[in-house]
């Protein structure tokens, strides 16, 4: 199931709208039903107002109700509709991970990411990714 997950970020990842970096970036979240929430990064002019794939998908699961039945999350980066050609896996950026701590709080996982790169892709928990993550528990 990871490597289909896989496939749909780097499926997803054909739809980026990226003609400033040409870096189209694919994200794809896994539903505790089995179903799977994709999205693409959309670039903006003014860099700052862009949004990552990964913040996309997690808005659409949230919007289709769904944001509480994430437990995996796929991120892919490289040429639309494929994988960068290193061997180095794409993460999710800061920005990212902290959304995706919210997720994992609100969720009570600590969600497992898929990272594509050339030969495949790596797993990290997010408490790799984001060690020391600032959580809705710090507010209290």
């Known amino acids: 199931m990871s490597q289909d997950l896989v496939n749909a970020a780097i499926a997803a990842s054909a739809n980026a709208y990226a003609p400033y970096s040409n870096f ?13 929430v994709s999205g693409a990064n959309f670039e903006n002019a003014s860099y700052g107002m862009t949004l ?7 808005a659409k699961a949230n919007s289709d109700g769904t944001l509480r039945k994430i437990v995996a999350i796929a991120v892919a980066g490289g040429p639309a509709g ?10 999710p950026c800061g920005r990212c991970r902290q959304i995706i701590k919210e997720v994992a709080d609100l969720t ?3 969600i497992p990411v ?14 790799e990714l984001l060690p020391h993550g600032f959580g ?3 507010l209290k």
Do not use: F, M
Request: aromatic residues 4%; proline residues 2%.
């Open 52 to 58: 990552c794939a990964e913040t996309v998908a997690i």
């Open 82 to 91: 494929q994988v960068a050609a290193n061997d180095e896996a794409i993460t």
């Open 24 to 36: 189209h970036v694919g994200a794809a979240l896994l539903l505790d039903d089995g179903k799977i």
């Open 114 to 127: 898929h990272c594509a790169h050339a030969n495949g892709y790596d797993t990290y928990l997010l408490s």
């Open 136 to 138: 809705p528990a710090n």
């Open 108 to 110: 009570e996982r600590d």
